[in-house]
């Protein structure tokens, strides 16, 4: 099948009419389909990867999620009484040889939020030591019973398999921490996912602007060959330029050094429109839909355009109260009806909110209102501000 085009001289049936480069005059059509886009794998090793370790908004919203949730302190009830000394105490000081609490904790959050479940291991050690250890998340597969419920992990690493049975219990077992996932019954929804449209926008931008200052800051020029007396480069004349402009002109070492041109040759340079100066705006849009899915005020990373809140201590104060303390509460919930069994009956794992210092406004605040109180007796204060009677516990 042969196909004629109007537009070009010369066409006719039956015969193939071989291209030219030189000399030739038609016309050509440019054909230009818009492509998909392309997007980053929803694995865990991929959301690490392009995600934590190499996007620095991902990477600071993590970290500040981790390491303030681990900050607030674990408390361990019996009955009414608070216990300061008690082996689930020490545990959670110290859960391995390896890792201290707030180590520990800081990396379970931290696997909560990249890939939405975290896996805990709880490790006869011998006598009456016991071990925590954390589970990688992309080593670990989820064993259903017959009826779809999960059972145990199972735990692959290089060169081993094992089965870790679920739920507590005296001799071991494991722990499945997960993020709610509205279509998956046994494995937790990360919110890196729900904003992986903006880490990819904000990691292609960030391509697009290294790139861009590897060109000496300024997009590619035109070289354009239009001798007066006509006519087209030769093959041979037309790669030594191409090898001379990427050896001679190419790089940020380079930018800035003048083109020494031939006759004929005059270099067209192109400037940057305001559609792709908007990048840069684009990229802070990406970076608060970031922060938006781990539930992190914009104000507190320093990204520009948002005054959602008042001042600082405000927006402090709300992702204290909307991020880390829901998160440190569920932990505590976990924990709480997982780990204590195993140490005996009665026991209650909780954190202590009132030494937290972001919150400081807000506990000064309560206590002059339940202060000023003159209906309330010494103890109904006390217990109206979570502590016991005088007296009580002693």
Request: aromatic content about 8%; overall charge negative.
């Amino acid at each position: 099948m042969q196909w004629n085009w109007p537009w070009r001289r010369g066409a006719r049936n039956g015969a193939v009419v071989p291209e030219r480069k030189a000399g030739w005059s038609g016309g050509f059509v440019a054909l230009h389909v818009q492509a998909e886009a392309g997007w980053t794998r929803r694995d865990y090793a991929t959301l690490a990867r392009e995600g934590f370790m190499r996007n620095p908004v991902v990477h600071r919203c993590v970290r500040l999620v981790a390491e303030t949730a681990a900050a607030v302190p674990w408390l361990l009830y019996e009955g009414g009484a608070e216990l300061s000394r008690h082996p689930l105490v020490t545990l959670m000081e110290r859960p391995n040889p390896r890792q201290a609490g707030a180590s520990f904790l800081e990396a379970l959050y931290g696997h909560l939020l990249i890939s939405g479940n975290a896996y805990v291991e709880l490790v006869e050690a011998g006598g009456d030591l016991r071990e925590l250890h954390l589970l990688r998340p992309d080593r670990v597969g989820v064993v259903c019973d017959g009826q779809g419920w999960p059972v145990a992990l199972e735990h692959r690493t290089e060169k081993a398999k094992r089965v870790v049975p679920l739920g507590g219990a005296t001799a071991g077992g494991a722990l499945q921490m997960s993020l709610f996932h509205p279509l998956d019954d046994v494995r937790g929804f990360p919110p890196l996912e729900a904003a992986l449209m903006a880490l990819d926008t904000h990691n292609a931008a960030g391509r697009w602007n290294k790139a861009l200052l590897d060109n000496s800051a300024r997009p590619s020029g035109a070289l354009v060959y239009a001798p007066k007396e006509g006519g087209n480069l030769t093959d041979e004349q037309f790669e030594r330029l191409k090898a001379d402009l990427s050896e001679e002109y190419t790089g940020a070492a380079k930018a800035g050094k003048p083109l020494l041109l031939e006759g004929g040759l005059d270099w067209k340079a192109m400037g940057l429109s305001p559609k792709d100066m908007d990048f840069i705006e684009a990229k802070h849009s990406a970076s608060r839909d970031i922060a938006l899915a781990f539930g992190v005020p914009p104000m507190l990373l320093g990204i520009p355009g948002d005054n959602t809140y008042a001042n600082y201590q405000e927006a402090n104060r709300a992702f204290y109260r909307m991020t880390v303390l829901p998160l440190v509460a569920r932990t505590v919930r976990e924990f709480s009806a997982w780990l204590a069994p195993a140490f005996g009956d009665g026991l209650r794992v909780a954190y202590d909110a009132d030494q937290v210092d972001g919150l400081a406004a807000e506990r000064e605040a309560l206590w002059a209102r339940v202060g000023a109180a003159g209906f309330l007796s010494d103890d109904e204060k006390r217990e109206a501000v979570g502590y016991q009677p005088r007296g009580a516990g002693s």
